[in-house]
């Protein structure tokens, strides 16, 4: 996705990388040119030797690519501020391959008031026009930490009304009460607990995967 204004970023393919929000310097001081994005300054093989996985567990290399939607049950909640701005047991996991999955949440699940529209839009090549919002909690604004699609392509037409979170700009995201890790790089927006297994892109040299 290629935020409005903003350059266009590629994978090894050169397509537009999905689930990824591309935020500039000026947003939050986190996040600038490419060159300066963990995972952008070398390359390794298209596809690393995936780790062991273990009873219950998912490698996210065996997610597909487009990528496939899949309803959750898991009890999902966020925090920030102190506050518990999402709790809900009925959301969707988008799994794409080499990425850990992004949940889409209900719109309605969050806390009136926690989710204010913000500037720009971006673009991913499978789901469609995305556009931000900034996350309030307590005394915090998380700036640009959500997205969501107002109008998504057919194959993801479930997700509709739901909006993704950046797990590092919040204080915590829970997942059936285990803490998330967000994906490494803050770059995407996957969620990594304990029930998934890499190797991540995101990391250093995973441009390729």
Known sequence: ???EGEAVVGDSSGRLCPETLIRTSEDDGRLGH???IAGYGGRMPARPTPEAIAP???????YPRPPSIVASDEQILIRLGGVDICETNTSWRILETSHPPTYYLPRAAFS?????PS???SFCEWKGQA???DVVG???????AAWYYPNP??????IRGHVAVYAGLMDECLVDGERVLPQPGGFYGGWITSNVVGPFKGIPGSTGW
Request: proline content about 3%.
């Open 112 to 116: 009136d008031g926690a989710l204010v």
């Open 34 to 36: 490419l060159s300066s």
């Open 153 to 158: 392509e057919p194959h993801y037409a479930a």
């Open 138 to 144: 307590g005394a915090k604004i998380a700036r640009r």
């Open 56 to 62: 219950g567990q998912e490698s996210v290399w065996d």
């Open 131 to 133: 556009s931000y919002l």
């Open 119 to 121: 500037r720009g839009h």
């Open 1 to 3: 996705m290629v935020a």
